[in-house]
Nanobody
Framework: EVQLVESGGGLVQAGGSLRLSCAAS????????WGWFRQVPGKEREGISC????????YYADSVKGRFTISSDNAKNTVYLQMNSLKPEDTAVYYC??????????????WGQGTQVTVSS
């Protein structure tokens, strides 16, 4: 069973930074794609970043491009999301995902439980 556990969320002031981590266990995919999604209550879930395990190609939503950086340590089955220049509109529950094929985009085949990020103005 694939399990994803996020950590690193919290409360930060606007302009600050946070680094999210997600540790995965229970999967043996040869090729896969990590992803980060976020959701605000009452709004649609937003896919914000993906990274392929094969060539490291990445995707960023326009809303986070230039401020967030996705990276992964595949030997440790861990993916990270470095979030800089945070804005109040970044406040959301952030979810880590993994898909069982390698691609530049991700769709969220397996999900973590989520971690809350709150940015105060």
């Amino acid at each position: 069973e694939v399990q994803l556990v996020e950590s690193g969320g919290g409360l930060v002031q606007a302009g600050g930074s946070l680094r999210l981590s997600c540790a995965a266990s229970g999967f043996t995919f040869d090729e896969y794609t990590w992803g980060w999604f976020r959701q605000v209550p009452g709004k649609e879930r937003e896919g914000i970043s993906c990274i392929s395990s094969t060539d490291g190609s990445t995707y960023y939503a326009d809303s986070v491009k230039g401020r967030f950086t996705i990276s992964s340590d595949n030997a440790k089955n861990t993916v990270y999301l470095q979030m800089n220049s945070l804005k109040p509109e970044d406040t959301a529950v952030y979810y880590c995902t993994v898909d069982s094929i390698a691609a530049t985009l991700c769709w969220g085949e397996y999900w973590g439980q989520g971690t809350q990020v709150t940015v105060s103005s």
